[in-house]
Antibody
Framework: QVQLVQSGAEVKKPGASVKVSCKTSGYSFIGYYMHWVRQAPGQGLEWMGRINPNSGGTDYAQTFQGRVTMTRDTSISTAYMELSRLRSDDTAVYYC????????????????????????WGQGTLVTVSS | QSALTQPASVSGSPGQSITISCTGTSSDIGGYNYVSWYQQHPDKAPKLMIYDVSNRPSGVSNRFSGSKSGNTASLTISGLQAEDEADYYCSSYTSSSTLVFGGGTKLTVL
């Protein structure tokens, strides 16, 4: 079955970086975008960005531009999210979530797009930022 | 991109129906049929319940339904059951090619 298994909880100091992994199995890794969503304690969901595992192309939410980097290793079907210059308000559970990749073709040129819903999600990784 | 607006809480008795609203703008909900809904139980990852406004993934009960009118989307749960008690989040694609979530609604089954 489809599984997204994330790395374990992290504790970081302000100003440091954190890299969260999301190891996938049970499906074609390059056939689906990977999105990252975070949830601060007691708060709602916040979309961070997405990566096309086939091309490595990324799109980031404006809020995280310059601080987030999403990468992937297709050889081990794993996606990564690195957040730098951590602050206390980055304390949150970080989720990876899968979305189907589809292509829009015109004149022989195809452009990849992500479906706009996530299924399934990883189990979440708690990142605590504290001095 | 501002978060979509959801009521903080709704409640209903077993067997009743409830509706959760999700209000955005013409740049997100009103502009696209790309609204999805997620259910989240405490300390669990969100689960997809509705996608593309009104489609149910395989395995999701037909007691869950979605709709949209203008800039407002809605999730309706009929025949409320105790297990439906959870937080519910809406999400929409935006004109900036990003995704935005609602603030979440806590559903209490009385």
């Amino acid at each position: 079955q489809v599984q997204l298994v994330q790395s374990g909880a992290e504790v970081k100091k302000p100003g440091a970086s954190v890299k969260v992994s999301c190891k996938t199995s049970g499906y074609s890794f390059i056939g689906y975008y990977m999105h990252w969503v975070r949830q601060a304690p007691g708060q709602g969901l916040e979309w961070m960005g997405r990566i096309n595992p086939n091309s490595g192309g990324t799109d980031y939410a404006q809020t995280f531009q310059g601080r987030v980097t999403m990468t992937r290793d297709t050889s081990i079907s794993t996606a990564y999210m690195e957040l730098s210059r951590l602050r206390s308000d980055d304390t949150a559970v970080y989720y990876c979530a899968r979305a189907l990749l589809w292509e829009q073709c015109s004149g022989g040129i195809c452009h990849p797009h992500s479906k706009n819903y996530f299924d399934p999600w990883g189990q979440g990784t708690l990142v605590t930022v504290s001095s | 991109q501002s978060a979509l607006t959801q009521p903080a809480s709704v409640s209903g008795s077993p067997g009743q129906s409830i509706t959760i609203s999700c209000t955005g703008t013409s740049s997100d909900i009103g502009g696209y049929n790309y609204v999805s809904w997620y259910q989240q139980h405490p300390d669990k990852a969100p689960k997809l319940m509705i996608y593309d406004v009104s489609n149910r993934p395989s395995g999701v009960s037909n007691r869950f339904s979605g709709s949209k009118s203008g800039n407002t989307a809605s999730l309706t749960i009929s025949g409320l059951q105790a297990e439906d008690e959870a937080d519910y989040y809406c999400s929409s694609y935006t004109s900036s090619s990003t995704l935005v979530f609602g603030g979440g609604t806590k559903l209490t089954v009385l």
